[in-house]
């Protein structure tokens, strides 16, 4: 099984609260472990410019300042990474069909400018996984696997991405259990 480009999605009753009705864009998946950006969890402060700010990036382009930061998840988060468009490449990952993810000083720069990828959200830390570990979490029924979803992970409406994650797999969330079965 490879999720790299694949979203997953929280099932009811998770038991992380960092990860409770989470939608992570999963970037890397080998037998050495796995590694996502969370899509649908805005910080509450501060906005994208106050931190660019902090790094001496000038904000020049009127659109990109107010953009929130995400929470990507709970590893290593002070560190930026940039899930973004597959409209713009340097030293980028590509993740799956029209999305990637770069996590260099540069991205950052070309967006205050204007010039960097067409749709982005800049996530504060990700998700990752040791070997073994995501699998074994799907089997004890804690994520669903969709497919990935550029349009999805990058848009702006965040209070709904999970409904309409589980939607693409058209499953309606209120028929979910957080109780796990195997047959």
């Given at each position: 099984?490879?999720?790299?480009?694949?979203?997953?999605?929280?099932?009811?009753?998770?038991?992380?609260?960092?990860?409770?009705?989470?939608?992570?864009?999963?970037?890397?998946?080998?037998?050495?472990?796995?590694?996502?950006?969370?899509?649908?969890?805005?910080?509450?402060?501060p906005p994208m410019e106050d931190l660019l700010e902090q790094l001496g990036i000038a904000v020049t382009a009127s659109?990109?300042?107010?953009?929130?930061?995400?929470?990507?998840?709970?590893?290593?988060?002070?560190?930026?990474?940039?899930?973004?468009?597959?409209?713009?490449?340097?030293?980028?990952?590509?993740v799956g069909e029209g999305l990637a993810m770069t996590a260099t000083r540069d991205i950052l720069e070309e967006i205050?400018?204007?010039?960097?990828?067409?749709?982005?959200?800049?996530?504060?830390?990700?998700?990752?996984?040791?070997?073994?570990?995501?699998?074994?979490?799907?089997?004890?029924?804690?994520?669903?696997?969709?497919?990935?979803?550029?349009?999805?992970?990058?848009?702006?409406?965040?209070?709904?991405?999970?409904?309409?994650?589980?939607?693409?797999?058209?499953?309606?969330?209120?028929?979910?259990?957080?109780?796990?079965?195997?047959?």
């Open positions: 099984m490879d999720l790299s480009g694949k979203l997953l999605i929280a099932m009811p009753g998770m038991g992380d609260p960092r990860f409770e009705h989470s939608v992570v864009a999963m970037c890397s998946h080998s037998a050495e472990g796995a590694m996502g950006i969370i899509v649908n969890k805005p910080l509450p402060k659109d990109r300042g107010a953009a929130p930061l995400f929470f990507g998840g709970p590893v290593e988060t002070g560190r930026g990474f940039v899930l973004h468009s597959a409209d713009w490449f340097a030293a980028t990952m590509p205050a400018a204007g010039r960097g990828p067409s749709r982005a959200i800049l996530a504060l830390g990700y998700a990752g996984w040791g070997p073994g570990q995501i699998e074994q979490e799907i089997l004890d029924n804690g994520w669903l696997v969709a497919e990935g979803n550029a349009a999805l992970a990058l848009d702006g409406d965040h209070a709904t991405k999970w409904t309409r994650a589980l939607g693409t797999m058209g499953i309606d969330p209120r028929t979910l259990s957080a109780a796990a079965g195997h047959a």
